[in-house]
């Protein structure tokens, strides 16, 4: 009985660690719990750019880190299963667009290009909120989305170069 | 029209961002919409000669935030790139087709027309570098499009020197604010104006030089520009050669020297100590070379030298308090024969990317005769390799006259000497290309070629046109106050130019 | 003082990007390059014995939206920061694309020894 159970543990980890590529368990379990941590405080510095440092290209940063550091522990399919190329590219032509939206409903409703229309006119909220500062929270949300699927995009390109690499060395 | 002024960089970098969602099934909407926008483009370019203004970005006053500022030598830039831009795109239609990923191609170049337009508009120098290394990035992706051998190669010594180029042009940026403590250009011209050249300031001076040289590939940093404009597939190596040179180099080296810095005799002789080395440099060495792609692209180094050379004139004459009428007179050869430039460069490298496409090779040595097969092209070629050696009435004959006449008439006898001499070199060079690509006779396996078809003929044609046409630019007075004058009394104005715009 | 150091990283990182002959090493005096113009000009803003530029609510007088003078007085010039965000950025998009030429080379040529990747002369 005690046997069995041990031959199940052991094809268990051996289907998780060796069926994919990537690095020992210990990385791979922890690596799961943190990356949603992340991807968390990722979010956090995005949303309060306007209050604390940091604002869309740092918090898209950290963002495309936690898938970084999926990539790094579990290989390049797992996370490509997760977030396929294709939708990738979509994410990151959706991100660009909300940011000339934006500047184009400020010149809709400002009368000048990219203007603050939200702080001036419709929503001034209260200073040192989260809702204040008027669109600068819409443009951080929308370059953080650019920037942190651009930088997935690309280091998912460069593992893909690799990959050829590899296979060209055995041959 | 100024409320206009954002729609030359928005619509471009919206049609950037939408072009990739076509993917591979609407890869000919994708075309439409992009040669649309060209079109669109040019039509508000056409808009805007003649009027001059300034825009807030986001309503903020000019001493806080971003201008974008219109005047005569920005309608003139914006004109050229929106020009050579259309004819491009109209002939990558038909010549991408050799090519995979055609709406990442597509995506690429309006993302470099948007940054270029937006170059040429922007009213403070951090908006310039920014604006210059969108394109400089755009250009290097595109010029490494192929993803063959030479091209990569071409592509990492153009990426490596640009990189270069763009470090300093930022270190200069960086000292010039630490001095003035203003980013806006207006102010800091007025900040630089009353304090005087600190060395601070002065070797921000030398950087710029150093850094848009190396952007316009002035000798001695042109080392780039014989790799990577053959290697570009030919439509990106007319927006490479005829625009982005010109724009990122020229217009921003002289915006810096003649409007934020003041000319002063030292930068004179050095403008035109620039311009003649590159003319010598680009004329001898493009007449030893079999590759017909590497020659126009030396020629064009040759060009630029002109160009520098008519400005650097000018400055000179102002800044030793000559007459201005004289300095006004180089001021427009130069800024003339960038027009012309931009024009016949990019109809040049146009038909030497159809030549390209039907028989496969570019070594001189292995063409010959290939008149009687293509007709259209030879007609094309001939035209332009007639209007940049200068013959009349052709549209490069009129700026090489009004060069020679302001250097004689400035007693800068020598000068004119040396213009002629390098006119003749480039003759020599044009009728290489004529007798060893078109005349002659056609080796076997080329038996079977045929012309091109299509758009690609349509953009030849429509830039074979405006080359016999541009000498009315100049002669037709209406024309000539409207487009050329405002461009030269910009520069001409030197660092007051500001005061009429801004009320400052 | 520290200006001069900032220039010295600048010609250490041109050294390197102009004498080496492997292509990584050359990328990697670019990266130098880059950060020591980026390092000179959040430099600039600094003022001594200067607080962060962020306002929290000790900053603001009571009552009204308006930032205390104290603060304005002794506060580090932010836009030099916002200028450097940009920089890094555009330095960040450089960088990933002539990698990812350096890569494409080294699967044509072989090699990373620029001096064998020599195939346009004249």
């Known amino acids: ?171 | 029209m100024i409320r206009v002024l954002p729609a030359f960089v928005l619509i471009p970098l919206v049609s950037a961002f939408v072009l990739p969602i076509f993917g591979k099934k609407g890869k000919s909407a994708a075309t439409l919409l992009a040669n649309l926008v060209t079109v669109v483009l040019l039509v508000l370019a056409i808009a805007t000669v003649g009027k001059s203004g300034v825009y807030e970005v986001g309503n903020w006053s000019i001493r806080v935030g971003i201008v974008l500022v219109l005047d005569g030598l920005s309608s003139l830039m914006l004109l050229v790139i929106s020009v050579v831009s259309t004819a491009s795109m109209l002939f990558s239609t038909r010549y991408m087709e050799q090519y995979t990923a055609k709406s990442k191609y597509l995506s690429l170049f309006m993302l470099m027309v948007a940054a270029m337009n937006g170059l040429v508009i922007s009213g403070d120098i951090f908006n310039l570098f920014v604006f210059l290394e969108i394109a400089s990035l755009a250009s290097y992706a595109l010029v490494g499009f192929g993803c063959e051998h030479e091209e990569l190669e071409a592509s990492f010594k153009y990426m490596v020197l640009g990189s270069i180029g763009s470090s300093f042009i930022l270190f200069g940026i960086a000292l010039t604010y630490g001095n003035t403590g203003f980013l806006n250009m207006a102010m800091v011209s007025q900040a630089i104006q009353s304090s005087g050249l600190n060395p601070g300031l002065a070797f921000a001076l030398a950087l710029f030089i150093a850094g848009f040289g190396l952007k316009a590939a002035l000798v001695p940093f042109h080392a780039w520009l014989p790799d990577a404009h053959p290697s570009a597939p030919a439509p990106i190596s007319a927006m490479l050669s005829g625009i982005i040179i010109k724009t990122l180099g020229v217009y921003a080296l002289t915006r810096i020297v003649f409007n934020i810095f003041g000319i002063s005799v030292t930068l004179g002789w050095l403008l035109v100590v620039l311009g003649l080395l590159s003319m010598f440099v680009g004329a001898f060495l493009a007449i030893g070379q079999w590759d017909l792609k590497r020659l126009l692209a030396y020629s064009s180094i040759s060009q630029v030298g002109y160009v520098v050379l008519g400005i650097g004139l000018g400055g000179l004459i102002i800044a030793r308090g000559g007459n201005l009428a004289w300095a006004s007179l180089a001021i427009l050869g130069g800024l003339f024969h960038l027009v012309n430039h931009a024009i016949y460069k990019s109809l040049l490298f146009l038909t030497s990317g159809s030549v390209q496409m039907s028989t496969g090779t570019r070594q001189m040595r292995q063409m010959g005769g290939l008149a009687e097969k293509m007709p259209i092209t030879r007609a094309a070629c001939t035209i332009a390799s007639a209007s940049i050696v200068g013959i009349p009435p052709f549209s490069g004959f009129w700026s090489k006259l009004i060069l020679v006449v302001a250097a004689v008439q400035a007693h800068f006898y020598w000068v004119a000497a040396i213009i002629v001499f390098v006119s003749l070199c480039t003759l020599i060079m044009y009728l290489k290309v004529q007798r060893y690509v078109f005349l002659g006779e056609l080796p076997e396996n080329l038996r079977q070629i045929k012309e091109s078809k299509g758009t690609m003929l349509v953009a030849m044609v429509f830039l074979a046109c405006l080359c016999m046409l541009m000498g009315l630019l100049l002669l037709v007075p209406s024309l000539k106050a409207n487009i050329l004058d405002p461009a030269v009394k910009v520069l001409t104005s030197g660092p007051a130019y500001w005061s009429s715009l801004f009320n400052i | ?122």
């Open chain 1, 1 to 171: 009985m005690g046997q069995e159970q041990q031959n199940s543990n052991t094809a268990q980890k051996e289907s998780f660690s060796n069926g994919v590529k990537g690095m020992t368990i210990i990385v791979k379990t922890i690596s799961i719990w943190v990356k949603v941590l992340i991807f968390l405080f990722g979010i956090n510095i995005v949303l309060f750019g306007h209050l604390t440092p940091g604002g869309g290209f740092a918090g898209g940063v950290i963002l495309a880190s936690s898938y970084v550091l999926l990539m790094l522990s579990f290989g390049r399919e797992f996370v490509e299963e997760n977030l396929p190329l294709p939708l990738a590219s979509k994410l990151d032509c959706v991100g660009a667009f909300m940011f000339a939206l934006v500047a184009i409903l400020g010149l809709v409703f400002g009368g000048s290009f990219f203007v603050n229309f939200l702080y001036q006119k419709y929503l001034p909220g209260q200073p040192l909120h989260l809702i204040s500062a008027g669109t600068i929270p819409l443009s951080n949300i929308a370059i953080g989305l650019k920037v942190g699927v651009s930088l997935f995009l690309v280091t998912l390109s460069l593992s893909m170069f690799k990959a050829d690499l590899s296979e060209t060395e055995k041959e």
């Open chain 3, 1 to 122: 003082m520290p200006y001069a150091l900032c220039f010295l990283l600048f010609m250490i990182g041109l050294y390197c990007a102009v004498v080496k002959k492997n292509m990584v090493k050359i990328v990697l005096g670019l990266a130098v390059m880059e950060y020591a113009v980026n390092l000179f000009l959040i430099m600039l803003g600094y003022r001594t014995a200067g607080i962060a530029p962020i306002i929290d609510k000790t900053y603001i007088e009571s009552g009204t939206n308006r930032v205390v003078a104290n603060f304005i007085n002794t506060a580090v010039d932010p836009l030099p920061q916002a200028l450097v965000l940009t920089a890094i950025v555009i330095s960040l998009g450089s960088l990933a694309l002539i990698i990812s030429v350096c890569i494409r080379t080294y699967k044509k040529y072989g090699t990373f020894d620029i001096t064998e990747i020599r195939r346009l002369k004249g």
